[in-house]
């Protein structure tokens, strides 16, 4: 690997004034973490974040691996993220740009956006909200999607998230295991000029069984759209509000209190609730924000991620705003009213740190390449400075393209690795310190002592393959599952590395010279389509779901240029294999259903029918030959333990 490589040492204008400045000053950093390693995060604890009751204790590992930080330490993180920036002089200055799917732009300010929370954790108590209590956030990206999540911190209730594309079923699945009870949705969502429902799932999902602990739901007008309101239960947001004060006193919570869950899938059963601390979360949140983006009072951050995912939270809804910075929140999708879109937006707001997924680049390269009107070029991006990546593996010539046309050759990108479970980035480029290979996320971020390792968990030699891991809990890791500590325990602290590391499903290879990391992808039954995750699994009870034509599914990953991978899902129907047009119409109809249990980004993009699927003599499902034929692969894997090998042939055939 080391011969190809190409390095991109940071610009030395870049290096000078960046917070963590040249590679001596990162090495430092990890060396002071390595020499006293508590004392380097509660250093850190200590300078970015206001504590009502500072801590005495660092790092409780008495119940590992149920880790606890700054557990005697009390604060608020809706304090950290508004007032505190008020109380520093920055009342006035622009907290949020909006920019609505059809361009209206909404700026507000900390005082703003402090008083708009103010009323909603007021309403949220006048509904009979408490600490503890959990609430469901329902709604798509918005002003006020951004303070309901504050509000909810600012009362210690536990917000959890859900994004805009889940199904009725999706969301009744999360309503239920968090045991909310409070819904906060808006009447619709506005995509790409469309008017979708939101309001109207909200009523779905609570007309199926398992939502019993909901008592009300309150209502955002974003479109005035028609929304049928349950007398007693349902209530617009503006009467919830009307006639609350402004300001409501902070509730102070401990370090360990959960600030958020946030529902993510892992290789079996249904998503886990991850669930997140107040303490240690937002101190990471704020750090990356500071040492990966280097964020600073003047810049325009914009992450692209929605709020219904990890990227938005970390990086909209907390790191920014705990350090006092200027955001844009945009509501539409990058290709609407064209594929320029990004480009202008950067452009009118004078963006100069640009966060965003390689599928969404490697899509605009497309169209790029096919009409000048819509390619970099035709903007002026000089004010960026900062580039990311996240989500997915960014391939080298995404990461050329991104870094020649977006970037103009001199701003760096940082390509960073981290998960819904780790809270912040764990492996990624600083923007001043790490020369730059495309294809890389580089190097641990300081504090974070990721490794890979072999099956028993010893380290692996540089430039050999293996499985990633954390070797010290860090202060912003996931806590807990919602209501499952055991698979807490099975799924991220397994008995193969004797319970002390943490697993977090990649596999990775470090660069025999450098050390850099590659992450290699999955290693257990996750899927990562367009950045999204989703569990092979999950897909499948889907497709089963579908009883009356169903009788077996079995779901793999192949690699796809646009989305990096693509959900392949092979079906056994109960009725004789159909081809042509009969086909084509059994797999609309098995999307469709697919995209009611789960959502629209769980459709599978080929669905192929067999009598039967691969299996062996014992009757498992042999998946990496779906793998090979999914991607249209030779078979060269030893077949002879398969029970019925002329199901191959049959499966290679496109339906
Ligand atoms: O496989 C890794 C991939 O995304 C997974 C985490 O997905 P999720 O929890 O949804 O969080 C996404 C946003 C942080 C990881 O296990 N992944 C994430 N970032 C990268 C990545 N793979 C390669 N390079 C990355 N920069």
């Known amino acids: 690997m080391s011969d190809e490589l190409k390095i991109y040492a940071p610009d030395p204008a870049v290096a000078a004034q960046a917070r963590v400045s040249g590679m001596a000053a990162y090495e430092a950093l990890c060396k002071e973490a390595e020499t006293d390693y508590e004392g380097f995060w509660a250093q850190r604890a200590r300078e970015l974040i206001s504590w009502k009751t500072p801590f005495t204790k660092v790092l409780d590992e008495s119940e590992a691996p149920f880790f606890k930080w700054f557990s005697d330490g009390t604060l608020n993180a809706s304090y950290n993220c508004l007032d505190r920036n008020i109380e520093r002089g920055l009342g006035d200055k622009t907290a949020l740009i909006f920019e609505a799917d059809g361009g ?36 798509a990206m918005s002003i006020d999607g951004v303070a ?16 805009g594309g889940f199904s009725a079923q999706s969301l009744r699945d999360r309503i239920e295991d968090t045991g909310a009870k409070l819904v906060i949705t808006a009447d619709e969502q506005v995509r790409g000029g469309k008017h979708l429902p939101l309001k109207a799932i909200v009523d779905e999902a609570l007309a199926l069984d398992g939502c019993g602990a909901i008592e009300k739901v309150l209502v955002v007008k974003r479109t005035g759209g028609a929304v049928t309101m349950k007398e007693g239960r349902d209530l617009w947001m503006a009467d919830a ?29 249904k998503p886990k609730g991850v669930q997140h601390s107040t303490g240690g979360y937002l101190l990471h949140a704020a ?92 903007y002026d991006l000089s004010s960026l400075r900062i580039l ?26 940082v390509d960073t690795f981290w998960q819904t479970e780790t809270g912040g980035h764990m492996i990624t480029p600083l923007p001043g310190a790490t020369p730059l290979v495309p294809g890389s996320c580089t190097l641990p971020f300081p504090g974070i002592q990721a490794a890979v390792v072999d099956e028993t968990g010893k380290d692996v030699p540089w430039g050999q393959g293996g499985i990633l891991v954390v070797k010290r809990p860090w202060p912003s890791m996931i806590r807990n599952i919602w209501g499952d500590p055991e698979r807490f325990k099975k799924s991220y602290y397994p008995a193969d590395f004797q319970g002390k590391y943490y697993l977090a499903g990649d596999g ?66 109960k009725r004789p294999r159909p081809t042509g047009d009969e086909a084509k119409a059994i797999a609309k109809q098995l999307r469709d259903h697919v995209g009611k249990e789960i959502g629209p980004i769980a459709k599978p993009k080929d669905i192929r029918f067999g009598d039967n699927l691969p299996k062996t003599r014992s009757g498992k499902i042999m998946r990496r030959l ?19 090998p002329a199901i191959l042939d049959q499966l290679s055939q496109n339906n």
């Not at 902070?250 to 993510?264: D, S």
């Open 508 to 573: 990775a290879i470090r660069d025999p010279k450098t050390g850099y990391f590659t992450i290699t992808g999955r290693i257990d039954d996750v899927l990562n389509v367009s950045g999204h995750r989703m569990g092979t699994m999950e897909i499948e009870s889907a497709l089963v779901s579908c009883t009356e034509l169903v009788a077996e599914a079995a779901v793999v990953g192949r690699p796809d240029d646009t989305t990096g991978e693509a959900i392949c899902a092979f079906v056994v129907l």
């Open 241 to 269: 509000v009307a006639g609350l004060p402004d300001s409501c006193e902070p509730e102070w919570v401990e370090a360990e209190h959960p600030l958020f869950l946030l529902y993510t899938s892992g290789s079996t059963g």
């Open 104 to 139: 209206e732009v909404t700026k507000v300010s900390y005082s703003e956006l402090l008083a708009r929370t103010c009323r909603i954790a007021n309403a949220l108590r006048a509904q009979g909200v408490k600490k503890g209590d959990r609430v469901v956030i329902y709604i």
């Open 148 to 163: 309901a999540m504050q509000a909810c911190a600012r009362i210690g209730a536990i917000h959890s998230v859900v994004f």
């Open 626 to 644: 779906l793998r090979s034929i999914a991607k249209g692969e030779a078979i060269t894997q030893d077949t002879s333990t398969l029970e019925n």
């Open 388 to 413: 990311g990546s996240v989500g997915e593996p960014i391939n080298p010539a995404a990461w050329e393209w991104y870094h020649l046309h977006v970037g103009g050759g001199r701003c760096p990108i």
């Open 287 to 378: 750090l990356t924000t500071s040492w990966t983006f280097d964020l600073r009072e003047d810049d325009v951050f914009w992450c692209t991620a929605d709020i219904g995912w990890v990227t938005g939270h970390s990086y909209i809804t907390y790191g920014p705003l705990a350090l006092g910075g200027t955001e844009i929140v945009f509501e539409g999708v990058p290709t609407y009213p064209d594929a320029g879109r990004f480009w202008k937006m950067i452009q009118d707001h004078k963006v100069t740190i640009f966060y965003t997924a390689p599928t969404a680049i490697r899509s605009l390269i497309k169209a790029a390449e096919a009409n000048d009107a819509v390619h970099p070029k035709s």
